[in-house]
């Protein structure tokens, strides 16, 4: 594993096993024992084919093995191949239904709290909080979402346009302008953070955002790994982390508190004072754990799933230069109507029909997400099988993405396959989920990544990468170039 964080704040050598051995030891320390209890118990049940693999490690190393890979579908293909597309296996300490297929989508994605409700590793909840939106249920679910939904809708979008935008235009201007060669991932990973940096919480220092960056990929890197708080583990040192993280936003907290209460600021300005604004129906605002737990959340969420697919789809576009013409041609179509230092607006990203095909197709053939898991709250009966109350399940976009069935030549880049009037089968093409746990920043990212290809076309006449066959793994997720993706910049005259 690379050393992450290397350039910032905190300096984080790796000095444990990486990630899929702790999950292992995690499983061995024995989490599955209700497992165990629990599928003997109910032998008697109609239980999935599948294989539940070694005692308490059940298959954790093969499912990350395969996600850490070039070929990260391999874990679910090998096994729709072996037992059909509901399998049962055992991950990361517990028996785990694997749903593969648009029917296995829709049961889990439409289902949220009648049959299933979200479910993580436990390291995973202990860091990123269990007040988040991505942990809490039913009505608590419901609140978060609509105190998230203020910031990240697409009426509030449109006014943060004009800020990414600068963000956008500086980063081109400072890193990469009058460069005959870059390395696109770490570049991108600094861009995306800033982003986030400025539009969750107005920071425009550098220095705090290479310390706040350094900070989430020390809680990154913990996230991962076996949740044993004490001295020398990856974990504690992410606990740290997040300890730090929330001692710098709860200053900004109550900096902003003072500036709202006294009227220099008005609410709508960016997450903070949207989160710090909010009342549910009741009146009632949200706690202080809450705020911090979605700004760790939101971090997290908005970060590496973002930084894949705008480091990717350059890739593509660069070896498939029919798609690239196309996608300048209606880029160049929008600056020509625009005077000497206009930006886009919103109403100029709706005429990026084509642009917006190619980022798509990118999300399918390099899912940045591989699905999620969510627990069984009642026994289900699916396919003639019975998921027991208490497994896990888990949905997956590797099971529809890349395969022949649904989607013709999945090899290849082919952004038409998106065009209107071209309608995909249900729960076919599902980068961001469905139903109320759908991504709540899919809108965000569309527009970052639609602002991404505008801001390079409108500076780059062109790309070559400079070795096409560079390894696309994750480690363990989102996929990306393991050598962070050199290529020379033909400069736009
Ligand atoms: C291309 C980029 C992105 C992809 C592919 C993506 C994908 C996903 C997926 C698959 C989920 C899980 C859905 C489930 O549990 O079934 C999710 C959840 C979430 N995402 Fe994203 N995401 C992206 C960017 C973002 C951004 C930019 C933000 C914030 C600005 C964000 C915020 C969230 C949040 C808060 C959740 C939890 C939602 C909930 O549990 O209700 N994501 N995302």
């Given at each position: 594993?690379?050393t992450?964080?290397?350039?910032?704040?905190?300096?984080i050598?790796?000095e444990?096993?990486?990630a899929i051995?702790?999950?292992?030891?995690?499983?061995?320390?024995?989490?599955?024992?209700?497992?165990?209890?629990?599928?003997?118990?109910?032998s008697?049940?109609?239980?999935?084919?599948g294989?539940?693999g070694?005692?308490?490690?059940?298959?954790t190393?093969?499912?990350?093995?395969?996600?850490?890979?070039?070929?990260?579908?391999?874990?679910?293909?090998?096994?729709?191949?072996?037992f059909?597309?509901v399998?049962?296996?055992?991950?990361?300490?517990?028996?785990t239904v694997?749903?593969c297929?648009?029917?296995g989508?829709?049961?889990v994605?439409?289902n949220?709290?009648?049959?299933?409700?979200?479910?993580?590793?436990?390291?995973?909840?202990?860091?990123?909080?269990?007040d988040?939106?991505?942990?809490?249920?039913?009505?608590?679910?419901r609140?978060?979402?609509?105190?998230?939904g203020?910031f990240?809708?697409?009426?509030?979008?449109?006014n943060?346009?004009?800020k990414?935008?600068?963000?956008?235009q500086?980063?081109?201007?400072e890193?990469?302008?009058?460069?005959d060669?870059?390395?696109?991932?770490?570049l991108?990973?600094?861009?995306?953070?800033s982003?986030?940096?400025?539009?969750?919480?107005?920071?425009?220092?550098?220095?705090?955002?290479?310390?706040?960056?350094g900070?989430?990929?020390?809680?990154l890197?913990?996230?991962?790994?076996?949740?044993?708080?004490?001295?020398g583990?990856?974990?504690?040192k992410?606990?740290k982390?997040?300890?730090k993280?929330?001692?710098?936003l709860?200053?900004?907290?109550e900096?902003?508190?003072?500036e709202?209460?006294?009227?220099?600021?008005?609410?709508?300005?960016?997450?903070?004072?949207?989160?710090l604004?909010?009342?549910?129906?009741?009146?009632i605002?949200?706690?202080?754990k809450?705020i911090?737990?979605n700004f760790?959340v939101?971090?997290?969420?908005?970060?590496d799933t973002?930084?894949?697919?705008?480091?990717?789809?350059?890739?593509?576009?660069?070896?498939?230069?029919?798609?690239?013409?196309?996608?300048?041609?209606?880029?160049?179509?929008?600056l020509?109507?625009?005077?000497?230092?206009e930006?886009?607006?919103?109403?100029?990203?709706?005429?990026?029909?084509?642009?917006?095909?190619?980022i798509q197709?990118?999300?399918?053939?390099?899912?940045?997400?591989?699905?999620?898991?969510?627990r069984?709250?009642?026994?289900?009966h699916?396919?003639?099988?019975?998921?027991?109350?208490?497994?896990?399940?888990v949905?997956?976009?590797?099971?529809?993405?890349?395969?022949?069935?649904?989607f013709?030549e999945?090899?290849k880049?082919?952004?038409?396959?998106f065009?209107?009037?071209?309608?995909?089968?249900?729960?076919?093409?599902?980068?961001?989920?469905?139903?109320?746990?759908?991504?709540?920043g899919?809108?965000?990212?569309k527009?970052?990544?639609?602002?991404?290809?505008?801001?390079?076309?409108?500076?780059?006449?062109g790309?070559?990468?400079?070795?096409?066959?560079?390894?696309?793994?994750?480690?363990?997720?989102?996929?990306?170039?393991?050598?962070?993706?050199?290529?020379?910049?033909?400069?736009?005259?």
């Amino acid at each position: 594993m690379d050393t992450i964080g290397a350039n910032f704040g905190e300096v984080i050598q790796p000095e444990y096993s990486p990630a899929i051995i702790s999950l292992a030891l995690a499983a061995f320390l024995g989490i599955v024992i209700f497992s165990i209890f629990s599928y003997n118990r109910r032998s008697s049940v109609n239980l999935p084919p599948g294989n539940l693999g070694l005692p308490f490690i059940g298959e954790t190393i093969q499912f990350l093995g395969a996600l850490q890979s070039e070929k990260p579908h391999t874990f679910f293909d090998e096994r729709v191949k072996k037992f059909g597309k509901v399998f049962k296996t055992s991950l990361i300490g517990d028996p785990t239904v694997v749903l593969c297929g648009p029917a296995g989508n829709r049961l889990v994605l439409s289902n949220e709290d009648k049959l299933v409700q979200s479910a993580g590793p436990k390291s995973f909840l202990k860091l990123f909080g269990e007040d988040s939106v991505a942990a809490k249920r039913e009505e608590g679910h419901r609140i978060l979402r609509s105190a998230l939904g203020r910031f990240l809708g697409p009426q509030a979008l449109q006014n943060y346009i004009g800020k990414m935008n600068s963000e956008m235009q500086r980063h081109f201007d400072e890193k990469w302008k009058g460069k005959d060669e870059v390395k696109v991932l770490p570049l991108v990973r600094g861009l995306i953070f800033s982003i986030a940096t400025s539009l969750f919480f107005n920071i425009n220092d550098d220095r705090q955002r290479e310390q706040l960056h350094g900070l989430l990929d020390t809680i990154l890197v913990g996230s991962m790994t076996i949740p044993l708080n004490i001295p020398g583990t990856l974990f504690r040192k992410a606990v740290k982390a997040r300890a730090k993280l929330d001692e710098i936003l709860f200053a900004l907290i109550e900096s902003r508190r003072r500036e709202l209460r006294s009227g220099l600021n008005s609410g709508n300005q960016d997450l903070l004072s949207s989160l710090l604004t909010f009342k549910d129906e009741k009146g009632i605002p949200l706690t202080d754990k809450e705020i911090l737990d979605n700004f760790s959340v939101m971090l997290h969420a908005s970060y590496d799933t973002t930084v894949s697919p705008t480091v990717l789809i350059l890739k593509l576009l660069a070896s498939n230069p029919e798609s690239y013409e196309k996608v300048v041609q209606e880029q160049l179509g929008i600056l020509a109507g625009k005077k000497e230092g206009e930006e886009v607006n919103w109403k100029d990203l709706k005429a990026m029909p084509y642009t917006w095909q190619a980022i798509q197709e990118t999300l399918r053939m390099y899912p940045p997400a591989f699905g999620m898991f969510r627990r069984a709250i009642t026994d289900i009966h699916f396919e003639g099988y019975t998921i027991p109350k208490g497994w896990a399940i888990v949905w997956t976009t590797y099971s529809t993405n890349g395969r022949e069935e649904y989607f013709n030549e999945p090899d290849k880049f082919k952004p038409s396959r998106f065009e209107e009037g071209k309608p995909l089968d249900p729960y076919t093409f599902i980068p961001f989920g469905a139903g109320v746990r759908i991504c709540a920043g899919w809108e965000f990212a569309k527009t970052e990544l639609l602002l991404f290809v505008h801001h390079f076309v409108k500076n780059f006449s062109g790309c070559i990468v400079i070795d096409p066959n560079e390894k696309i793994s994750g480690d363990p997720f989102p996929p990306l170039p393991t050598s962070g993706q050199r290529m020379k910049l033909i400069p736009r005259s």
